[in-house]
């Protein structure tokens, strides 16, 4: 997993607002998969890259975080 922190507060370029990123990140060869996590503006984007012959069913996996998230808050709040 590789982690790329970005800037805190939000960016502009000839007055327009970069309203946000999206990581990219290539497979290496012989990698199943690589999962790339980006922030931005106090928003964070999750990438998943991965090999389509080894793991065929990958939309599965970009399921997992947001489930994991969601029982995470169920802690906090109790």
């Known amino acids: 997993m590789v982690n790329v922190h970005g800037p805190d507060r939000p960016l502009y370029w000839n ?3 970069l309203e946000a990123t999206y990581p990219a990140q290539l497979t290496a060869f012989g990698g199943v998969l690589n999962i790339t996590y980006a922030s931005y503006a106090g928003t964070t984007n999750l990438r998943f890259t991965g090999c ?6 990958m939309q599965r996996i970009a ?3 947001e489930e994991v998230l969601d029982q995470s808050r ?3 709040v109790s």
């Open 74 to 76: 169920g802690l906090l």
């Open 52 to 57: 389509r012959d080894t793991l065929p069913h």
């Open 63 to 65: 399921g997992y975080p």
């Open 15 to 17: 007055r327009a607002k």
